[in-house]
């Protein structure tokens, strides 16, 4: 590694003597990340974490404070390394950057670098990288969600960041990229190639905000751009519907068609209450359905008028229609009876 003060190659030194010394069975490595360090911080000069063979092994951990900067010397089991080869965490860098001090085996060292090369691979993924694109659009918008309820500008301002941070990763992802040590937003931004329209200005709107409402209003415009962006990067690639799921679906359909019957009923005797429950369910479960199968998003509530229920069961109806189409492209029968004789004639 490049050490940025002399203290890292002492440190480093005593880390690996008292390994092999007190603890040769115990740790599997000792890893330091490459240019974690800088700014001239003190972080990443030396090792940065080792990863236990043993319960014991984690006896090593401590902080060292010297000369005003602190060491963390700290455990990350395999189980941890596994976790950010897949990218279940946001420190991709402590394995992708990672650099090996010190290994017990080359087995050791080679379980290593296997999970560095998963983390690579995944990077050269698109498929891969967009559905954890989703999973961070996901985290920021939860964030959203309880800034609505949030008043203390210390606490909307942390959210409001921590949103940015998913979102900024979520296009990383997608451009193949993670976050490296230390990076700033705005440096991350500058190495991340694509970016969702208008970010950088959001953001520079972000850290000028004043108030409550700012907060909320820019978190909100960040969160919509940058669900544009990742719905662009949706793969095109139409993968075919099994028979089990296209038999599913059919059995949805017909489980779903009294839902359909019952709100065109209300609608029919002006029961705006009872209309609203169904049409909630319709579209809850509609938006499954075109999410699973690809299907164009079936607009049931968009024009609600209690005064017009007329119109909602018009559209609850075309959606129904859509479903019946797409089942009868699909060449998948569906299984009903006029007639109770009808149905008992086919099932004595």
Wanted: glycine content about 6%.
């Amino acid at each position: 590694m490049n050490y940025t003060t002399e203290m890292g190659p002492k440190l480093t030194r005593w880390a690996t003597d008292k390994i092999q010394r007190d603890y040769p069975e115990d740790i599997a490595l000792l890893v330091g990340i490459a240019h974690g360090c800088r700014d001239g911080s003190g972080h990443g000069e030396c090792f940065d974490y080792f990863v236990p063979a043993t319960e014991r092994g984690n006896e090593l951990g401590r902080e060292i404070h010297i000369g005003g900067i602190n060491h963390d010397l700290y455990p990350r089991d395999w189980a941890r390394c596994e976790r950010t080869a897949d990218f279940e965490d946001r420190v991709t860098f402590c394995l992708a950057d990672g650099e090996i001090l010190w290994a017990r085996s080359p087995a050791d060292a080679a379980r290593f670098e296997a999970l560095r090369q998963r983390a690579k691979d995944h990077l050269t993924d698109p498929e891969f990288m967009y559905r954890k694109a989703l999973e961070r659009l996901d985290e920021a918008m939860d964030i959203y969600r309880n800034m609505l309820f949030e008043e203390r500008l210390c606490q909307l301002r942390m959210a409001a960041g921590h949103a940015f941070r998913c979102l900024l990763d979520a296009a990383l992802y997608l451009n193949g990229k993670y976050r490296r040590p230390h990076d700033g937003h705005r440096r991350a931004m500058a190495a991340g190639g694509a970016l969702p329209d208008h970010v950088e200005t959001y953001y520079s709107a972000l850290l000028q905000a004043k108030t409550a409402g700012e907060l909320r209003s820019i978190t909100h415009m960040l969160i919509q751009t940058a669900r544009h962006f990742i719905a662009a990067h949706r793969s095109a690639k139409e993968e075919p519907v099994s028979p089990v799921d296209i038999r599913w679906l059919a059995d949805w359909y017909l489980e779903m068609s009294l839902t359909w019957r019952r709100l065109r009923f209300f609608c029919g005797e002006n029961n705006a209450d009872a209309a609203f429950v169904d049409a909630c369910t319709l579209q809850s479960e509609c938006n499954d359905v075109a999410e699973e199968f690809g299907l164009p998003e079936m607009d049931i509530l968009g024009n609600f008028d209690p005064d017009n229920l007329a119109a909602l069961a018009g559209q609850a109806t075309r959606a129904e229609e859509e479903i019946a189409a797409f089942l009868a492209d699909a060449g998948q029968p569906l299984e009903r009876h006029a007639t109770f004789e009808e149905f008992l004639e086919k099932n004595p």
